[in-house]
C-alpha cells in the first residue's frame, strides 16, 4: 500500500488519461473501415483472434465515460479522432457530442488526431497522405476549435512506423524493414503540415505525442555501444531531432524518402515549431549487438537480421505484458532531453504512461503510478518544464495485436455485459487529485 503523499506539481499541472478511437469506440458500422480492420479480419494477425468492432462501445456509452472522468476529477481528457469515422456520413457528430460532454463536465478535450486507424484507402509509403492529413486536420479543426483545448497531431509514428510497415506486427501488416523508413518521414510531413494547417483554422496549443525511452547498452563492448546507439537512433531520435532540430540523425537522412531534395525542404515543415512536446513512455531498452537468433520482445519476435538484440532488463518487477517497470528512466528520459535539446525543448506533457495487469484490486497498477508520478516530480525539480500527465488508459481495451488479452485501464471493462468498474487506481488516483486542490 503507497500512503506518501505525492509531491506538489507546479500550478496549472494538467493532469489526464488518455484513449484512442479504435481501442474504445466499436461501432465500427459507422465508419469508413480502416488498417486496421482490415489487418484484424485476417487470421492469426491478433492473439485472441478479436476485432475492435464494439471494443468498449464508447461511441454509444460515451456519456457513461464522461461521468466516470468527471467523478476522476482529471483536468484534461486526451481521445482521438478517427480519421475514417471523419470520412463517413455524420461522422464529426459523434465528436462535437463528445466535446460538448466533456466541456460541461468541466474536463478539457486534448485531440489525437491520428492514432494509427488510417483510413482503409490511404497508404503512408505515399507521399500524398501527408497533405490529405492536412486537409483531414483542417476539417477536424473547423469543427470542433472553438472547443478543443490541445491538439496532438500524431500519436508514435514510431511504432506505428516499426510494428505496422517494418515489423509486420500491426496494420496494416508489412515486412518491409529500413524499407519502411519513408512511411516515418511522410508521417512527419504530414505532422508539420497539420501544425499549419490547425493554425490557418485557428486553432492552437499544438504538440505531438511520440514514444520515448532510454537505450541502455547491455555492456560497455564497442559491439553493444554501437547497437545500443543505433537503436537509440531508430527508435528515439529519429523522431526527435526532425522536430526539434530540424535534421536526421547523420547517416539516416538519405533513406526517408525517394528524393533527398525532397527531405531538405520537408525538414522545414517538419520543424515548424509546436506550442508543447507529448512523450509516452513506458520502459526503458536495454540493448546490444545482434545475437544471431529470433528476440522476444514485448510480444513480439524480433528478427534476427537486425543489427542489434533486445535484452532482458533484470532485477526489476514486470507488468502483464513483460515490461519492466523502471520508473527512474522517466527522469532521466525527460531530463536527457532537456540536455540535448537545450532551449529547443517546448514545454513537455506525458501524453501516456500506464501498465497492463489484471484485476479490479491492481495493486501493480497504484505502484506503478506512483513511482512514474515521483519520477516525474524529479525531473521538473531538475529544470524540465512539464506541464502535463495522462495515465494510459482510462478504459481497459482492444490492445491491438494483443487483443483484449491486455488491460491497461483504471476502469475494468466487462467484454460481455460492458458494465464498467472502477479499479483500485481509479479510487487512488481521485484521491491524489481531490489532495491536489
Ligand atoms: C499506444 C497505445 C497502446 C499503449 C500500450 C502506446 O504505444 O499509443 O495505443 O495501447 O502504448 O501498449
Redesign the pocket.
Known amino acids: 500500500m503507497v500512503t506518501n503523499p505525492i509531491p506538489q506539481f507546479p500550478a496549472g499541472f494538467l493532469w489526464g488519461v488518455s484513449t484512442?478511437a479504435h481501442?474504445i469506440e466499436g461501432a465500427a458500422d459507422a465508419r469508413e473501415p480502416s488498417v486496421w480492420d482490415v489487418f484484424t479480419a485476417e487470421p492469426g494477425r491478433v492473439k485472441d483472434g478479436s476485432t475492435a468492432a464494439v471494443a468498449c462501445d464508447h461511441y454509444h456509452r460515451y456519456r457513461e465515460d464522461v461521468a466516470l472522468l468527471a467523478d476522476l476529477g482529471v483536468d484534461a481528457y486526451r481521445f482521438s479522432v478517427s480519421w475514417p469515422r471523419v470520412n463517413s456520413p455524420g461522422g464529426l457528430d459523434f465528436y462535437d457530442r463528445l466535446v460538448d460532454e466533456l466541456c460541461a463536465a468541466g474536463v478539457r478535450p486534448v485531440v489525437t488526431l491520428f492514432?494509427?486507424d488510417l483510413p482503409v484507402t490511404l497508404d503512408w509509403l505515399e507521399r500524398d497522405t501527408a497533405s490529405r492529413f492536412a486537409d483531414y486536420a483542417s476539417a477536424v479543426a473547423g469543427r470542433l476549435g472553438d472547443r478543443v483545448a490541445k491538439w496532438i497531431t500524431l500519436?508514435?509514428p514510431a511504432?506505428h512506423t516499426l510494428l505496422g510497415h517494418a515489423l509486420g506486427a500491426h496494420a496494416p501488416g508489412r515486412r518491409l524493414m529500413f524499407d519502411a523508413l519513408p512511411v516515418a518521414h511522410h508521417q512527419l510531413l504530414a505532422h508539420g503540415l497539420a501544425v499549419r494547417a490547425l493554425r490557418a483554422a485557428g486553432a492552437g496549443d499544438i504538440g505531438i505525442?511520440n514514444?520515448h525511452g532510454p537505450t541502455w547498452p547491455a555492456s560497455a563492448t564497442p559491439e553493444d555501444m554501437a547497437a545500443a546507439e543505433f537503436y537509440d537512433v531508430l527508435l528515439n531520435r529519429l523522431f526527435s531531432d526532425p522536430l526539434l532540430l530540424g535534421r536526421y540523425p547523420e547517416g539516416i537522412g538519405e533513406l526517408m524518402a525517394k528524393s533527398p531534395e525532397d527531405v531538405a525542404t520537408d525538414l522545414k515543415v517538419i520543424a515548424e515549431p509546436v506550442d508543447w512536446y507529448g512523450i509516452?513512455y513506458?520502459a526503458p531498452t536495454r540493448v546490444g549487438a545482434p545475437q544471431g537468433e529470433e528476440i522476444a520482445f514485448g510480444g513480439l519476435s524480433l528478427p534476427s537480421e537486425l543489427p542489434f538484440s533486445v535484452r532482458e532488463i533484470e532485477g526489476r518487477p514486470v507488468t502483464d505484458?513483460g515490461w519492466p517497470v523502471v520508473p527512474e528512466a522517466l527522469t532521466e528520459l525527460l531530463t536527457g532531453f532537456r540536455e540535448r535539446y537545450g532551449d529547443r525543448l517546448p514545454p513537455v506533457v506525458v501524453t501516456?504512461n500506464?501498465c497492463?495487469c489484471e484485476g479490479v484490486e491492481d495493486r501493480e497498477r497504484i505502484a506503478y503510478l506512483d513511482g512514474h508520478i515521483r519520477a516525474l516530480h524529479r525531473a521538473v525539480e531538475a529544470g524540465v518544464d512539464v506541464r502535463g500527465y495522462f495515465v494510459?488508459?482510462l478504459l481497459d481495451?482492444f490492445?491491438?495485436a494483443e487483443g483484449y488479452a491486455?488491460r491497461?485501464g483504471l476502469v475494468h471493462v466487462d467484454y460481455t455485459t460492458l458494465e464498467r468498474t472502477p479499479k483500485a487506481s481509479y479510487g487512488w488516483l481521485r484521491d491524489l487529485l481531490r489532495a491536489r486542490r
Do not use: M, P
Open positions: 484512442s481501442q492514432h494509427w500519436n508514435e511504432e505525442a514514444s509516452n513506458y505484458f501516456e500506464g497492463s494510459w488508459s481495451n490492445e491491438w491486455r491497461f
